[in-house]
């Protein structure tokens, strides 16, 4: 069974980016993504495979990631899936909160190329089989 992650994140350039890195961490890693909690919400409820893995930001006009964590940790179904905050926020009080709705990492996307593929992949390393 191909392992697939789900991007929830605004910013296409922040998609395009996290969706490359992924691609030279494993290439056979199946990526779709969802430029708002709402889009990302109806993805993974429409969906008969549910992702391994969903990285979602933080900070999204709308439902911005807090709120649509909340919506997979208050879910049955989605409960399960490990959900990793990305976000350029370097704010501790986003780190608590993050984790106080149930996040399982939260990761800065405000480094470097090489980090940030460093730090994703020890985020994959830890919660889907590489």
Sequence with gaps: ???KILIIDDSEDDILLTQMVLRKIRGT???EAASSGPA???LLSGGNSLPS???IDLK???MDGLNTLRVIRADERLCRIPVV???HSDLESDREASYREGANGFLNKSV???QFTELLRNELER???L
């Design 60 to 62: 999204m006009p709308g």
């Design 85 to 87: 905050v990305l976000t």
């Design 127 to 129: 919660w889907i089989s």
């Design 40 to 42: 990302g919400l109806a």
């Design 53 to 55: 893995l969903v990285l």
């Design 29 to 31: 890693i199946k990526v």
């Design 1 to 3: 069974m191909q392992q």
């Design 112 to 114: 470097n190329l090489d």
